[in-house]
């Protein structure tokens, strides 16, 4: 079963406590909406929550499947819509054996059903086994915002209403951003979902999560760098006033801190005297300090190449840029050959490595340089690609 995605991690213990029970709830009330949808603003936490929902639905026996959109994955059906149902009905066929059943008559009578339209694809993977199996079970969809283009998400989402609407035991689990067209789709929906809003959650709550996974990680890098009453809680609480309600910048900032060389308590200082930036989004109402991740982006980007001449600068810029936006993502081994491509220069491999090395806090990179690489969180990528974001103009990527 799909309780999984990759290296994802759920919750940490202790946090989320409330929303977590409440979905909880949800789970288990068939008096409740069939649809849950969780939306909140980039680096809020959803895609931790719905990996957190999908562990313990399994571990309760009542998940049906799992899918977990991504633009940044190198596999392009994370973001194909055609693949949602099929991938469900997969996952529903070896869960309850009366779906199986199901689902290997319809493909034995019709071996191309994956190919047809998503209403098609919905009836035959979803609807009919779930109505032959007649269980109570919950799907997980997470990031419906990073699946397909504004009318496939809006086709998808009447979909969803279709199908809870003829398998009233069935329960969908889906987190987004909260888009206008994807609000537009839930308002028609209304009378079969539940809307949770991350950002709307009281600041001193979220506050206290992160300031709890802050504590746990630091501890951690304490122990490894061998270093005595670190973090203090004065610089606990800097860090959280400077996440601002972002879980993603809180993590940033642990892989930040996790350096080889340098003790996680020398480039803590860096982030401490990094000037406040605009606050962009994903950040809290009644937060102050505001330090965004744009900054932090901005801070490790500085850090990194701070000895740069302009022709380096070309050099990074275009290594950025096959990293952050390039889709699907770049091979770093291909990247020397995309610059001399692109640009005449000749770049060796181990430049690329260093280039990527530097910024590793920020990047998804293996240590096999045939594996692709891609942003830790798409907020990187809208950073770079943002002028109003990016403020130092060295590391913008224009015409994105």
């Excluded at 603003?41 to 959109?69: H, M, R, W, Y």
């Excluded at 869960?95 to 035959?124: C, F, G, M, W």
């Excluded at 993603?248 to 930040?256: D, E, P």
């Excluded at 020398?266 to 505001?290: C, L, W």
Aim: net charge negative; proline share 6%.
């Amino acid at each position: 079963m799909e309780h999984k995605h990759g290296n994802r991690k759920g919750c940490l213990r202790a946090t989320r406590v409330a929303l977590l029970e409440e979905i909880g709830h949800w789970t288990k009330d068939l008096t409740q909406p069939s649809i849950l949808w969780l939306n909140g603003l980039a680096g809020t936490g959803k895609s931790t929550i719905a990996q957190t929902v999908a562990e313990q639905c399994f571990a309760n026996g009542i998940l049906g499947g799992s899918f977990f959109c991504s633009a940044n994955v190198a596999r392009k059906d994370h973001s194909d819509p055609s693949i949602i149902f099929p991938t469900l009905g997969f996952q529903l066929a070896q869960k309850y054996p009366k779906a199986r059943s199901t689902i290997v008559t319809l493909l034995q009578s019709n071996p191309d059903v994956a190919h047809e339209s998503l209403e098609s694809q919905a009836e035959k993977f979803l609807i009919a086994p779930l109505q032959s199996a007649g269980i109570a079970t919950v799907i997980v969809i997470d990031a419906l915002d990073e699946c397909g283009d504004k009318k496939s998400i809006s086709t998808l989402l009447s979909v969803f209403g279709t199908i809870v609407r003829q398998t009233p035991k069935a329960k969908f689990f889906i987190t987004s951003r909260p888009e206008p067209w994807i609000k537009d789709g839930f308002s028609h929906l209304e009378t079969i979902s539940n809307v949770s809003t991350l950002h709307n959650i009281p600041s001193n709550v979220i506050n206290s999560d992160i300031k709890l996974f802050l504590r746990h990680e630091l501890s951690w890098l304490a122990s490894k760098h061998a270093l005595d009453n670190w973090p203090s809680d004065a610089q606990l609480d800097l860090l959280c006033d400077r996440a601002a309600g972002l879980f993603a910048y809180a993590i940033a900032t642990v892989r930040f801190l996790d350096h080889v060389f340098r003790g996680p308590d020398n480039r803590y200082t860096i982030i401490a005297k990094s000037p406040d930036d605009t606050v962009h989004e994903g950040t809290m109402e009644g937060v102050h300090g505001g330090l965004s991740l744009d900054s932090l982006c901005t801070s490790i980007l500085q850090t990194s190449f701070k000895n740069n001449t302009a022709e380096d600068d070309s050099t990074v810029r275009f290594v950025l840029t096959a990293a952050a936006l390039f889709t699907p993502p770049f091979l770093p081994s291909a990247i020397p050959e995309k610059v001399y491509m692109q640009t005449g220069e000749v770049v060796e491999m181990k430049e690329v490595k260093r280039i990527l090395e530097s910024i590793h806090p920020l990047l998804k990179l293996c240590d096999n340089l045939d594996d692709p690489v891609s942003p830790f969180h798409k907020l990187f990528s809208d950073c770079l690609a943002n002028p109003v974001r990016c403020s130092d103009k060295r590391f913008l990527i224009p015409g994105s």
